[in-house]
């Protein structure tokens, strides 16, 4: 069974904090991605990766950045975490029209 | 003019009745054409997939495809309290895998 992992479901941060997102697939999959998602928004594409240490700017990178030094992990990091990045952040991977995404790490920057 | 077009919603249906949730899109390349529903705090997971037009039925869900039209739809038959979720359609151009365009999604409520 397909399965994407996210390193926490609930984060509570200070602004300011460098923050470490962790995604980690079992499929083998060469395609990961990191979204957020806000109310009224839907999914946003921050940055996705088509291989090890391979990146590709989304559509809103600012205040980002992201790291991939093994096929299965897909890091995000926040380098100085802002009121405004509060949201729900997902990860996915993918093969050819198949995405699949980990069960979200809801982000709360105070 | 956003490439997917998705009424949010919210969408309230009493069980047992036919669902139809639709997507307009404005960029003809697209070939790929996904249905997702999400659980509220949960992660998108993938229901249907299709190819190019037609229709496509798995179980009480069919998706169905009109690229004459840019118009995508699910529809769900005898809808049951657990079908309330989001449902968020997706489109790619190419089956690389590596770019999606997303709905904002409807949230829909069956209530019993």
């Known amino acids: 069974d397909v399965k994407v992992t996210q390193s926490s479901r609930y984060l509570v941060k200070r602004t300011g904090e460098k923050v470490f997102l962790e995604c980690v697939q079992d499929m083998d999959h060469e395609n990961m991605f990191w979204y957020r998602q806000d109310p009224g928004l839907g999914l946003r594409l921050i940055y996705f990766s088509y291989d090890v240490k391979m990146k590709e700017k989304g559509d809103i990178p600012e205040g980002y950045s992201v790291s991939r030094e093994k096929k299965e992990r897909f890091s995000l990091i926040l380098e100085s975490a802002s009121t405004n990045q509060t949201s729900m952040y997902l990860c996915?991977?993918?093969?050819?029209?198949?995405?699949?995404f980990g069960p979200g790490t809801r982000l709360t920057v105070l | 003019q956003k490439e997917v077009e998705q009424d949010p919603g919210p969408l309230s249906v009493p069980e047992g009745a036919i669902v139809s949730l639709n997507c307009t899109y404005s960029?003809?390349?697209?070939?790929?054409f996904m249905w997702y529903r999400q659980y509220s705090r949960k992660g998108p997971e993938l229901l249907m997939y299709?190819?190019?037009?037609g229709n496509k039925e798995d179980g009480r869900f069919t998706a169905q495809v009109d690229k004459s039209s840019k118009y995508i739809s699910l529809f769900i038959r005898d809808s049951q309290p657990s079908d309330s979720a989001t449902y968020l359609c997706a489109m790619s151009r190419a089956n690389t895998g590596n770019q999606f365009y997303f709905g904002t999604g409807t949230s829909l409520t069956v209530i019993p």
């Open positions: 299709t190819y190019s037009s």
């Open positions: 960029n003809s390349a697209f070939q790929y």
């Open positions: 996915a991977s993918s093969f050819r029209e198949s995405q699949y």
